[in-house]
Protein backbone atom coordinates (compact mmCIF):
# COMPACT_ATOMS: atom_id res chain seq x y z
CA UNK A 1 0.00 0.00 0.00
CA UNK A 2 1.52 2.81 -0.86
CA UNK A 3 2.13 5.92 2.00
CA UNK A 4 -0.28 8.72 1.82
CA UNK A 5 1.82 12.18 2.12
CA UNK A 6 2.70 12.43 5.60
CA UNK A 7 3.36 16.59 6.82
CA UNK A 8 6.61 17.79 8.70
CA UNK A 9 6.69 18.06 12.73
CA UNK A 10 6.22 21.30 12.41
CA UNK A 11 3.01 20.61 10.80
CA UNK A 12 1.99 18.17 13.19
CA UNK A 13 2.58 20.43 16.32
CA UNK A 14 0.76 23.32 14.73
CA UNK A 15 -2.04 21.00 14.14
CA UNK A 16 -2.25 19.65 17.88
CA UNK A 17 -2.32 15.82 16.26
CA UNK A 18 0.80 13.75 16.89
CA UNK A 19 0.91 12.68 13.00
CA UNK A 20 4.05 10.96 13.58
CA UNK A 21 3.03 9.14 16.26
CA UNK A 22 -0.33 8.18 14.05
CA UNK A 23 2.19 7.30 10.85
CA UNK A 24 3.40 4.27 13.27
CA UNK A 25 2.29 0.84 12.21
CA UNK A 26 1.35 0.12 16.05
CA UNK A 27 -1.30 2.16 16.98
CA UNK A 28 -5.09 0.63 16.30
CA UNK A 29 -7.61 3.05 14.16
CA UNK A 30 -9.64 2.96 18.07
CA UNK A 31 -6.53 4.81 19.26
CA UNK A 32 -6.04 7.02 16.06
CA UNK A 33 -9.69 8.10 16.97
CA UNK A 34 -8.71 8.55 20.44
CA UNK A 35 -6.11 10.42 19.36
CA UNK A 36 -6.97 12.68 16.12
CA UNK A 37 -10.75 13.32 17.88
CA UNK A 38 -12.75 13.17 14.24
CA UNK A 39 -15.47 11.20 15.78
CA UNK A 40 -18.20 12.26 14.07
CA UNK A 41 -17.99 11.40 9.97
CA UNK A 42 -20.48 11.89 7.13
CA UNK A 43 -20.20 9.92 3.87
CA UNK A 44 -22.12 10.58 0.75
CA UNK A 45 -22.50 8.47 -2.05
CA UNK A 46 -24.45 7.46 -4.85
CA UNK A 47 -25.80 4.10 -3.65
CA UNK A 48 -26.51 2.25 -0.90
CA UNK A 49 -25.46 -1.32 -0.68
CA UNK A 50 -29.25 -2.70 -0.36
CA UNK A 51 -29.81 -0.91 -4.19
CA UNK A 52 -30.38 -3.95 -6.42
CA UNK A 53 -27.58 -2.25 -8.46
CA UNK A 54 -24.83 -2.25 -5.67
CA UNK A 55 -20.88 -3.27 -6.37
CA UNK A 56 -17.95 -2.66 -5.82
CA UNK A 57 -18.10 0.91 -4.61
CA UNK A 58 -20.78 0.11 -2.35
CA UNK A 59 -19.19 -2.80 -0.40
CA UNK A 60 -15.83 -0.60 -0.18
CA UNK A 61 -17.72 2.17 1.55
CA UNK A 62 -19.61 -0.95 3.41
CA UNK A 63 -16.37 -2.49 4.80
CA UNK A 64 -14.79 1.21 5.65
CA UNK A 65 -17.51 2.43 7.68
CA UNK A 66 -17.90 -1.04 9.57
CA UNK A 67 -14.42 -0.72 10.92
CA UNK A 68 -14.76 2.81 11.59
CA UNK A 69 -17.94 2.41 13.57
CA UNK A 70 -16.47 0.09 15.42
CA UNK A 71 -13.35 1.97 16.63
CA UNK A 72 -15.75 4.32 17.89
CA UNK A 73 -16.51 6.90 15.07
CA UNK A 74 -19.98 8.17 14.44
CA UNK A 75 -20.65 7.18 11.08
CA UNK A 76 -23.42 8.50 8.91
CA UNK A 77 -23.79 6.98 5.01
CA UNK A 78 -26.62 9.65 2.86
CA UNK A 79 -27.55 7.71 -0.01
CA UNK A 80 -30.19 7.84 -2.98
CA UNK A 81 -33.19 5.79 -2.09
CA UNK A 82 -33.10 2.22 -2.46
CA UNK A 83 -36.54 0.58 -3.83
CA UNK A 84 -38.21 -1.91 -0.86
CA UNK A 85 -35.53 -0.68 1.91
CA UNK A 86 -36.86 2.58 4.39
CA UNK A 87 -35.26 5.98 4.43
CA UNK A 88 -32.82 5.23 7.58
CA UNK A 89 -31.64 2.12 9.11
CA UNK A 90 -28.56 0.51 11.04
CA UNK A 91 -26.12 -1.43 9.57
CA UNK A 92 -23.18 -3.05 10.77
CA UNK A 93 -22.77 0.09 13.37
CA UNK A 94 -23.22 2.91 11.34
CA UNK A 95 -26.18 5.03 10.29
CA UNK A 96 -28.00 5.18 6.48
CA UNK A 97 -29.80 7.71 5.25
CA UNK A 98 -31.70 7.13 2.07
CA UNK A 99 -33.62 10.14 0.96
CA UNK A 100 -33.97 11.39 -2.89
CA UNK A 101 -34.11 9.38 -6.11
CA UNK A 102 -31.33 7.69 -8.39
CA UNK A 103 -30.68 11.93 -9.83
CA UNK A 104 -32.33 13.81 -7.06
CA UNK A 105 -29.55 12.43 -4.25
CA UNK A 106 -26.48 15.01 -6.02
CA UNK A 107 -28.57 18.30 -5.67
CA UNK A 108 -30.73 17.09 -2.62
CA UNK A 109 -27.73 16.47 -0.37
CA UNK A 110 -25.72 19.09 -1.60
CA UNK A 111 -28.33 21.35 -0.43
CA UNK A 112 -28.67 19.79 2.62
CA UNK A 113 -25.13 20.18 3.19
CA UNK A 114 -24.87 23.90 2.71
CA UNK A 115 -27.91 24.60 5.59
CA UNK A 116 -26.06 22.42 7.71
CA UNK A 117 -28.66 19.36 8.20
CA UNK A 118 -27.23 16.83 10.06
CA UNK A 119 -24.55 18.26 11.10
CA UNK A 120 -21.65 19.58 12.35
CA UNK A 121 -19.40 16.89 11.68
CA UNK A 122 -15.90 16.25 12.29
CA UNK A 123 -15.28 14.98 8.79
CA UNK A 124 -16.53 14.19 5.67
CA UNK A 125 -16.24 11.51 2.92
CA UNK A 126 -17.55 11.62 -0.96
CA UNK A 127 -17.82 9.17 -3.19
CA UNK A 128 -17.25 10.34 -6.78
CA UNK A 129 -19.32 7.77 -8.69
CA UNK A 130 -19.55 9.50 -12.09
CA UNK A 131 -21.70 12.47 -10.83
CA UNK A 132 -19.71 14.54 -8.14
CA UNK A 133 -21.64 15.48 -5.43
CA UNK A 134 -19.52 19.39 -5.49
CA UNK A 135 -18.82 19.57 -1.54
CA UNK A 136 -15.84 21.65 -2.39
CA UNK A 137 -18.58 24.13 -3.06
CA UNK A 138 -20.35 23.67 0.14
CA UNK A 139 -18.58 21.61 2.86
CA UNK A 140 -16.98 23.44 5.32
CA UNK A 141 -15.26 20.51 7.23
CA UNK A 142 -12.37 18.55 6.28
CA UNK A 143 -13.33 15.91 3.44
CA UNK A 144 -11.50 13.41 0.95
CA UNK A 145 -12.96 11.94 -1.68
CA UNK A 146 -12.76 9.09 -3.26
CA UNK A 147 -13.48 8.83 -6.61
CA UNK A 148 -12.28 4.85 -7.82
CA UNK A 149 -11.73 5.30 -11.12
CA UNK A 150 -12.80 7.92 -14.47
CA UNK A 151 -16.22 7.09 -16.51
CA UNK A 152 -15.26 8.11 -19.70
CA UNK A 153 -16.60 5.60 -22.06
CA UNK A 154 -19.60 4.44 -19.40
CA UNK A 155 -21.49 7.35 -20.23
CA UNK A 156 -21.91 6.67 -23.39
CA UNK A 157 -23.04 2.46 -22.53
CA UNK A 158 -25.95 3.45 -20.46
CA UNK A 159 -27.26 7.11 -21.04
CA UNK A 160 -28.85 8.63 -24.23
CA UNK A 161 -26.00 10.83 -26.38
CA UNK A 162 -27.57 14.03 -24.79
CA UNK A 163 -27.52 12.67 -21.43
CA UNK A 164 -23.84 10.83 -22.20
CA UNK A 165 -22.72 14.43 -23.22
CA UNK A 166 -23.86 16.39 -19.96
CA UNK A 167 -22.34 13.18 -18.05
CA UNK A 168 -18.67 13.71 -19.96
CA UNK A 169 -19.06 17.87 -19.57
CA UNK A 170 -19.44 17.23 -15.47
CA UNK A 171 -16.71 14.63 -15.23
CA UNK A 172 -14.29 16.25 -17.68
CA UNK A 173 -14.86 20.24 -17.68
CA UNK A 174 -16.95 21.20 -14.56
CA UNK A 175 -15.56 18.80 -11.87
CA UNK A 176 -11.68 18.99 -12.07
CA UNK A 177 -11.34 22.78 -11.60
CA UNK A 178 -13.69 22.10 -7.93
CA UNK A 179 -11.39 19.54 -7.04
CA UNK A 180 -8.27 20.78 -7.55
CA UNK A 181 -7.31 21.49 -4.04
CA UNK A 182 -9.27 18.56 -2.51
CA UNK A 183 -7.47 14.86 -1.32
CA UNK A 184 -8.33 12.54 -3.85
CA UNK A 185 -8.28 8.51 -2.99
CA UNK A 186 -8.31 5.98 -5.22
CA UNK A 187 -7.47 2.88 -5.13
CA UNK A 188 -4.71 1.60 -7.65
CA UNK A 189 -2.05 2.86 -9.05
CA UNK A 190 -3.22 2.96 -12.78
CA UNK A 191 -6.41 4.58 -11.80
CA UNK A 192 -4.83 7.00 -10.19
CA UNK A 193 -2.61 7.78 -13.74
CA UNK A 194 -5.75 7.59 -15.54
CA UNK A 195 -7.28 10.56 -12.94
CA UNK A 196 -4.52 12.58 -13.38
CA UNK A 197 -4.25 11.81 -17.93
CA UNK A 198 -7.98 12.19 -17.84
CA UNK A 199 -9.03 14.82 -15.53
CA UNK A 200 -5.91 16.76 -14.96
CA UNK A 201 -6.40 16.66 -11.34
CA UNK A 202 -2.74 17.42 -9.30
CA UNK A 203 -0.67 14.23 -8.86
CA UNK A 204 0.33 15.44 -5.18
CA UNK A 205 -3.15 15.60 -4.21
CA UNK A 206 -3.97 11.94 -5.53
CA UNK A 207 -3.62 8.86 -2.87
CA UNK A 208 -3.54 5.08 -3.87
CA UNK A 209 -5.44 3.07 -0.60
CA UNK A 210 -5.98 -0.60 -2.41
CA UNK A 211 -9.14 -2.30 -0.74
CA UNK A 212 -9.53 -4.91 1.24
CA UNK A 213 -10.08 -8.82 1.24
CA UNK A 214 -12.83 -10.98 3.68
CA UNK A 215 -10.64 -12.87 5.89
CA UNK A 216 -13.42 -15.52 4.82
CA UNK A 217 -11.90 -15.73 1.29
CA UNK A 218 -9.34 -18.23 1.71
CA UNK A 219 -8.65 -21.47 0.09
CA UNK A 220 -10.53 -25.20 0.79
CA UNK A 221 -12.06 -27.99 -0.42
CA UNK A 222 -11.07 -29.58 -3.72
CA UNK A 223 -11.49 -27.58 -7.11
CA UNK A 224 -14.27 -28.89 -9.63
CA UNK A 225 -13.27 -32.36 -10.94
CA UNK A 226 -13.95 -30.48 -14.29
CA UNK A 227 -12.71 -27.28 -16.07
CA UNK A 228 -14.98 -24.49 -13.88
CA UNK A 229 -14.66 -20.70 -15.41
CA UNK A 230 -16.12 -18.19 -13.18
CA UNK A 231 -17.27 -14.58 -13.68
CA UNK A 232 -18.72 -12.50 -10.68
CA UNK A 233 -20.28 -8.54 -11.72
CA UNK A 234 -23.18 -6.50 -12.60
CA UNK A 235 -24.61 -7.37 -15.52
CA UNK A 236 -24.30 -3.87 -17.10
CA UNK A 237 -22.96 -2.43 -20.28
CA UNK A 238 -19.30 -1.63 -18.70
CA UNK A 239 -18.68 -5.30 -17.79
CA UNK A 240 -19.05 -6.19 -21.41
CA UNK A 241 -20.35 -9.79 -20.69
CA UNK A 242 -21.67 -9.77 -24.06
CA UNK A 243 -18.14 -9.97 -25.54
CA UNK A 244 -17.23 -12.71 -22.39
CA UNK A 245 -19.75 -14.55 -22.98
CA UNK A 246 -18.35 -14.92 -26.78
CA UNK A 247 -15.04 -15.84 -25.33
CA UNK A 248 -16.35 -18.36 -23.02
CA UNK A 249 -17.64 -20.33 -26.47
CA UNK A 250 -14.39 -20.34 -28.02
CA UNK A 251 -12.76 -22.02 -25.03
CA UNK A 252 -15.57 -24.20 -24.45
CA UNK A 253 -14.97 -25.64 -28.15
CA UNK A 254 -11.25 -26.23 -26.81
CA UNK A 255 -12.39 -27.73 -23.86
CA UNK A 256 -15.98 -29.65 -24.07
CA UNK A 257 -15.77 -30.28 -20.59
CA UNK A 258 -15.73 -26.69 -19.20
CA UNK A 259 -18.73 -25.50 -17.51
CA UNK A 260 -19.01 -21.49 -16.85
CA UNK A 261 -21.14 -19.84 -13.92
CA UNK A 262 -21.78 -15.86 -14.01
CA UNK A 263 -22.82 -14.22 -10.70
CA UNK A 264 -24.42 -11.55 -11.03
CA UNK A 265 -27.48 -9.34 -11.65
CA UNK A 266 -28.54 -6.46 -13.56
CA UNK A 267 -30.55 -5.09 -16.65
CA UNK A 268 -29.26 -6.94 -19.51
CA UNK A 269 -29.72 -10.07 -17.80
CA UNK A 270 -32.79 -10.88 -20.91
CA UNK A 271 -30.68 -9.92 -23.82
CA UNK A 272 -27.47 -11.98 -22.24
CA UNK A 273 -30.22 -14.69 -21.26
CA UNK A 274 -30.65 -14.49 -25.33
CA UNK A 275 -27.55 -14.78 -26.35
CA UNK A 276 -26.07 -17.69 -24.28
CA UNK A 277 -29.55 -19.51 -25.91
CA UNK A 278 -28.73 -18.70 -29.49
CA UNK A 279 -25.28 -19.79 -29.29
CA UNK A 280 -26.65 -23.28 -27.55
CA UNK A 281 -24.52 -22.58 -24.65
CA UNK A 282 -27.30 -23.04 -21.88
CA UNK A 283 -25.87 -26.53 -21.17
CA UNK A 284 -22.83 -25.64 -19.96
CA UNK A 285 -22.86 -21.89 -18.93
CA UNK A 286 -25.26 -20.69 -16.61
CA UNK A 287 -26.81 -16.93 -15.33
CA UNK A 288 -27.19 -17.57 -11.28
CA UNK A 289 -28.26 -13.97 -10.59
CA UNK A 290 -27.14 -12.69 -7.15
CA UNK A 291 -25.81 -15.39 -4.52
CA UNK A 292 -25.27 -15.58 -0.74
CA UNK A 293 -21.58 -15.08 0.72
CA UNK A 294 -21.66 -18.84 1.44
CA UNK A 295 -22.32 -19.49 -2.28
CA UNK A 296 -19.86 -17.23 -3.34
CA UNK A 297 -17.25 -18.49 -1.89
CA UNK A 298 -17.74 -22.00 -3.09
CA UNK A 299 -17.68 -20.99 -6.71
CA UNK A 300 -14.84 -19.03 -5.83
CA UNK A 301 -13.03 -22.35 -4.17
CA UNK A 302 -14.38 -24.78 -6.75
CA UNK A 303 -13.37 -22.52 -10.10
CA UNK A 304 -10.33 -22.78 -11.95
CA UNK A 305 -9.92 -19.20 -13.29
CA UNK A 306 -11.80 -16.07 -12.80
CA UNK A 307 -12.29 -14.09 -15.88
CA UNK A 308 -13.38 -10.69 -16.47
CA UNK A 309 -13.79 -8.86 -19.81
CA UNK A 310 -14.30 -4.93 -18.31
CA UNK A 311 -13.83 -1.76 -19.81
CA UNK A 312 -13.84 0.33 -16.78
CA UNK A 313 -12.54 -0.47 -12.85
CA UNK A 314 -11.01 1.01 -10.05
CA UNK A 315 -9.63 -1.91 -9.12
CA UNK A 316 -11.88 -5.25 -9.49
CA UNK A 317 -12.75 -6.68 -6.29
CA UNK A 318 -13.70 -10.06 -7.12
CA UNK A 319 -10.41 -10.79 -8.54
CA UNK A 320 -8.58 -10.39 -5.15
CA UNK A 321 -11.53 -11.92 -3.42
CA UNK A 322 -11.43 -14.86 -5.87
CA UNK A 323 -7.37 -14.46 -5.40
CA UNK A 324 -7.77 -15.48 -1.87
CA UNK A 325 -8.91 -18.21 -2.81
CA UNK A 326 -6.22 -19.40 -4.71
CA UNK A 327 -8.03 -19.00 -8.19
CA UNK A 328 -6.16 -16.78 -10.32
CA UNK A 329 -7.58 -14.51 -13.06
CA UNK A 330 -7.78 -13.94 -16.62
CA UNK A 331 -8.97 -10.50 -17.42
CA UNK A 332 -8.67 -7.32 -19.46
CA UNK A 333 -5.49 -5.08 -19.84
CA UNK A 334 -7.82 -1.94 -18.09
CA UNK A 335 -6.49 0.48 -15.41
CA UNK A 336 -7.48 -1.06 -12.28
CA UNK A 337 -7.00 -4.84 -13.33
CA UNK A 338 -3.34 -3.97 -13.74
CA UNK A 339 -3.12 -3.51 -9.93
CA UNK A 340 -5.34 -6.48 -8.90
CA UNK A 341 -3.80 -9.04 -10.91
CA UNK A 342 0.22 -9.28 -11.05
CA UNK A 343 0.29 -10.55 -14.51
CA UNK A 344 2.22 -13.53 -15.18
CA UNK A 345 2.36 -14.11 -11.28
CA UNK A 346 -1.44 -13.69 -10.37
CA UNK A 347 -3.14 -14.07 -13.34
CA UNK A 348 -2.78 -13.19 -17.11
CA UNK A 349 -4.22 -10.23 -18.48
CA UNK A 350 -5.16 -9.34 -22.31
CA UNK A 351 -4.89 -6.50 -24.91
CA UNK A 352 -7.79 -7.22 -26.68
CA UNK A 353 -10.88 -8.52 -24.80
CA UNK A 354 -11.40 -10.93 -28.10
CA UNK A 355 -8.70 -12.70 -26.73
CA UNK A 356 -9.92 -13.53 -24.21
CA UNK A 357 -11.36 -17.01 -24.65
CA UNK A 358 -7.83 -18.33 -26.27
CA UNK A 359 -5.88 -17.08 -23.08
CA UNK A 360 -8.49 -19.49 -21.12
CA UNK A 361 -8.06 -21.94 -23.03
CA UNK A 362 -4.48 -21.84 -22.56
CA UNK A 363 -4.45 -22.12 -18.62
CA UNK A 364 -7.06 -24.45 -18.71
CA UNK A 365 -4.59 -26.60 -20.73
CA UNK A 366 -1.32 -26.09 -18.76
CA UNK A 367 -2.03 -27.46 -15.05
CA UNK A 368 1.69 -26.46 -14.23
CA UNK A 369 0.63 -22.70 -15.27
CA UNK A 370 -2.23 -22.86 -13.29
CA UNK A 371 -0.34 -24.09 -9.95
CA UNK A 372 2.42 -21.51 -10.31
CA UNK A 373 -0.94 -18.66 -10.89
CA UNK A 374 -2.86 -20.31 -8.02
CA UNK A 375 0.23 -19.81 -5.59
CA UNK A 376 1.38 -15.94 -6.87
CA UNK A 377 -2.93 -14.90 -6.20
CA UNK A 378 -2.97 -16.44 -3.27
CA UNK A 379 0.30 -14.47 -2.09
CA UNK A 380 -0.86 -10.98 -3.97
CA UNK A 381 -4.02 -11.05 -2.04
CA UNK A 382 -2.44 -11.28 1.50
CA UNK A 383 -1.22 -8.63 1.18
CA UNK A 384 -4.61 -6.52 1.46
CA UNK A 385 -6.95 -6.00 4.57
CA UNK A 386 -9.57 -3.89 5.34
CA UNK A 387 -8.05 -3.06 8.67
CA UNK A 388 -5.30 -1.18 6.67
CA UNK A 389 -8.09 0.40 4.00
CA UNK A 390 -9.62 1.88 6.87
CA UNK A 391 -6.86 3.18 8.19
CA UNK A 392 -5.19 5.08 5.56
CA UNK A 393 -8.38 6.32 4.85
CA UNK A 394 -9.36 7.52 8.17
CA UNK A 395 -5.41 8.77 8.59
CA UNK A 396 -5.75 10.90 5.34
CA UNK A 397 -8.77 12.32 6.59
CA UNK A 398 -6.85 13.60 9.82
CA UNK A 399 -4.04 14.99 7.30
CA UNK A 400 -6.76 17.00 5.70
CA UNK A 401 -7.86 18.13 9.34
CA UNK A 402 -4.53 19.07 9.90
CA UNK A 403 -3.85 21.27 7.16
CA UNK A 404 -6.58 22.72 7.26
CA UNK A 405 -5.81 23.70 10.83
CA UNK A 406 -2.98 24.94 9.44
CA UNK A 407 -3.95 26.96 6.89
CA UNK A 408 -6.24 28.80 9.07
CA UNK A 409 -3.48 29.98 11.41
CA UNK A 410 -2.56 33.65 11.67
CA UNK A 411 0.34 34.54 9.50
CA UNK A 412 3.69 35.30 11.42
CA UNK A 413 4.47 39.26 11.66
CA UNK A 414 6.67 39.99 8.76
CA UNK A 415 9.13 41.77 11.68
CA UNK A 416 9.35 38.11 13.88
CA UNK A 417 12.80 36.93 13.92
CA UNK A 418 14.64 40.25 12.51
CA UNK A 419 17.84 41.25 13.91
CA UNK A 420 17.79 44.32 15.83
Known amino acids: MSALPQEEAALAALSG ?21 LRRIHMLAWRDLDDPESGGSELHADKVAERWAAAGVDVSLRTALAPGHPETARRHGYQVVR ?35 FSPLWARCPRVVFLHHVH ?35 LSQSS ?38 LAVGRLV ?7 LIDALIRAHDEHPAMEAVIVGEGYERPALEARIAA ?40 ITEAAACGTPAVATRIAGHTDAVVDGASGL ?15 LTDTELRIRLSAGALAHAATFTWEQTARATYLALVNEAARR ?16
Do not use: C
Open 237 to 243: PVKRFDV
Open 349 to 363: LVEDPHDLGKTLASV
Open 99 to 133: KAGRYSVFPRTAMSGAFGRGGPWDGLVEIWNGMPF
Open 152 to 186: AEMWRMVLSPKLAQVGETIEFKMAPPMYRRTRILT
Open 405 to 420: KLLRRPAPSSHAGTPQ
Open 279 to 318: AGAGRWLRLVGRVDDAELLDLYRRAWVLTSASAREGWGMT
Open 17 to 37: IDLTALAAPTPTLAELVELSG
Open 192 to 229: RDEIIELLGLPAGNISVIPPGIDPSFSPAGERSPHPLV
